[in-house]
């Protein structure tokens, strides 16, 4: 069978695809332009996957997801987490692989930081990556995800890169109606959010 590539190749420009995905459909997607925060709105798939793609930030910092159970009135679900990461400097100058509890939840109802180490602002800087979220719609259960992101930033030691494992759970047995990202600090200045719904 001949290989099928994509026409508009970035996952970002992506409206259609040549060749099946079987139960995952892509729902929704939204792209930042100085936006205070991006909202998604959950509905019955068992699984939803983000894709974050070139998220800009307005100034040094980190981008948070929280989620509501009354259809975006709230978002102060209870959360319990857990976070570590690994950086490298363009130097080879320092690399290390880190658990940070300053990034962990303990029943908060906080947002969650979906990178350990803080989104650059120079302007090539970005964060990419990806979040997973199980069965949100369930009475019954918690609702679990998982996130991974790679960002680039710069401090004294110069600039490096490092790669972002978050996971944890929302600690609720009501339904999560929505999803927010939103900058600790500041606008999301750029990027894109796309939401896929797997059955």
Request: glycine letters at 10%.
């Amino acid at each position: 069978m001949p290989l099928t590539k994509l026409n508009n190749k970035a996952v970002a420009n992506v409206t259609t695809l040549p060749v099946a995905l079987g139960d995952m459909v892509l729902v929704s997607s939204a792209t930042a332009s100085s936006s205070a925060s991006i909202e998604f709105d959950l509905g019955s798939y068992k699984e939803y996957k983000f894709f974050f793609v070139n998220i800009h930030a307005q100034n040094q910092t980190d981008l948070n997801l929280n989620f509501s159970i009354d259809n975006g009135s709230n978002y102060n679900v209870t959360k319990t987490t857990t976070a570590f990461g690994t950086y490298h400097y363009e130097s080879g100058s320092s690399a290390a692989l880190n658990y940070v509890g300053g990034n962990d939840l303990a029943q908060s109802t906080s947002g969650q930081r979906l990178n350990i180490y803080s989104i650059g602002s120079n302007n090539d800087d970005n964060m990419n990556g990806y979040l997973h979220l199980f069965n949100p719609s369930s009475t019954t259960y918690v609702k679990h995800f998982m996130a991974n992101t790679n960002t680039t930033a710069t401090d004294g030691g110069g600039t490096y890169g490092h790669n972002s494992y978050i996971a944890g759970y929302a600690n609720t047995t009501s339904a999560l109606t929505n999803i927010k990202f939103q900058m600790t600090s500041g606008n999301i200045d750029a990027g894109k959010i796309l939401m896929f719904g797997i059955n």
